[in-house]
């Protein structure tokens, strides 16, 4: 079984005629849509509730606009059950043109709805569309590369991604001082007719037919089974989806902890956008070590010192109360780390599953995606004014998961193996 980091790769270059920066940009550019859908929508969601009608309902607008999030996320997760199979006897490309049509004629068509209720429905299938693109970008990547050229790879790919969160919000409020909130979707629109042309002409087919897997329910039901059966894939895939949910519960109390416990006002998204810079550095460094050091040891340093700054954090807070010149750079270095845990543990996850990588990868995707934001929806409720929830279930996710490595790994860290 290729589980080991330091097992041959399959390939580690682009194809022929498709420079690597570019296979880069073009799998970024595909992970972006579902980023793009989400964020940009954070500055116009009053304005859409309130056009398509919500307000007449009276007295929750506040609260039932985040549907408008809610059904993209919903229509995002569940369905990459069905496109992992469907990439894996089909290929990528047809799937992924399947999917990008889609997203841009649904977001065209949201510019035409004028009922919340309906709009909710087009946001689902436009998370549906959206999630085969996702699934294709994670299975090109296995398709190309393994072990730690993967990881490498992914690094790489999840620092161009992490710029999204830091500039979407603000483009989103760009769009609005010039036009209404219709043009959010005609830009969602536009961006999906640009990864449809760059990927129609520049990205090549990557599962040759030799490889494709047959479309029905007992094939699609072994190939999940053997993701279950895999305790290196098993393992990671848990640990994933556990302290990432940490990541889920930053983003929805983000905004608390810098207005109301520091009392930051209206430089929020500065604050903000360095932590995720933070965080796209620690994902380039990890694309220039990961070869060298390898995964294991790299994500599992990380992991502990996640778990170990979390902890400090929330101990110190109780004790000396809060202190943002101690509070955000031991904060910003806490996130830091995901940088290098969460692109090794995808690699080390789809390691050994390169026959499967579209099922493997939609596996993959659809549980740490659920349990992150189940997990990280509950941490963010407990917010009481203070950081201490916060870090202290930071601390938790860090712990449970580094204890499900150690299980997978017969408790043995930081090997190069």
């Known amino acids: ?111 035409l709805i004028n009922d919340f209720w309906v709009l909710l429905g087009a946001r689902f299938l436009q998370g549906v569309f959206s999630s085969g693109a996702r699934i294709v970008a994670s299975a090109v990547m296995r398709d190309l590369f393994s072990g ?31 036009a209404p909130w219709e043009a959010i979707f005609i830009w969602l629109g536009i961006w999906g007719a640009v990864m449809l042309a760059w ?41 994933s989806g556990i302290v990432f949910g940490a990541l889920f519960a930053f983003i929805a109390s983000s905004e608390q902890v810098f207005r109301q416990v520091f009392d930051k006002g209206d430089t929020f998204a500065y604050w903000f956008a360095g932590v995720a810079g933070v965080m796209a550095i620690a994902n380039f460094t990890n694309s220039r070590l990961v070869e060298k050091v390898g995964m294991r040891r790299i994500s599992h340093t ?8 979390s902890a400090g954090l ?29 692109s090794n543990f995808s690699a080390l ?22 349990a992150s934001a189940f997990i990280g929806a509950f941490i963010g409720s407990q917010f009481d004014g203070s950081t201490v929830p916060l870090m202290l279930g930071f601390a938790v996710l860090g712990t449970v998961s580094l204890i499900i490595v150690l299980i997978t790994e017969k408790g043995r860290l930081f090997s190069t193996r």
């Open 1 to 111: 079984m290729a589980d080991s980091d330091n097992a041959p790769t399959q390939l580690t270059a682009a194809p022929k005629g498709l420079r690597k920066a570019e296979l880069v940009a073009i799998v970024a550019g595909l992970m972006t849509l579902n980023a793009m859908a989400i964020d940009i929508m954070l500055p116009a969601l009053s304005q859409i509730a309130a056009a398509t009608g919500l307000t007449a309902e009276g007295g929750a607008v506040d609260n039932r606009q985040q549907l408008i999030i809610f059904a993209y996320v919903l229509g995002f997760g569940a369905p990459q059950l069905v496109w992992g199979p469907v990439t894996d006897r089909f290929g990528r490309r047809a799937p992924l043109f399947i999917g990008l049509i889609g997203y841009i004629a649904v977001s065209l068509a949201c510019v």
């Open 148 to 178: 730690r050229a993967m990881a490498s790879f992914m690094s790489l790919v999840m620092t161009i991604f992490m710029i999204v969160p830091i500039v979407a919000p603000s483009l989103g409020q760009v769009i609005l001082m010039f």
């Open 199 to 239: 990927t129609w002409f520049r990205l090549p087919e990557t599962l040759p037919v030799p490889a494709r897997r047959p479309l029905n329910m007992a094939s699609a039901f072994g190939a999940y089974m053997s993701v279950l059966r895999s305790k290196v894939s098993f393992g990671y895939m848990c640990a």
């Open 302 to 309: 990380a992991l502990i010192a996640f778990t170990t700054i």
């Open 314 to 342: 929330a101990i110190s807070t109780m004790m000396f109360g809060e202190n943002f010149v101690i509070f955000f750079p031991l904060f910003a270095i806490a996130f830091g780390c995901f940088g290098l845990i969460g």
């Open 349 to 370: 996850a789809m390691e050994p599953l390169g026959k499967i990588a579209g099922t493997a990868s939609a596996a993959y995707g659809f549980a740490t995606t659920l």
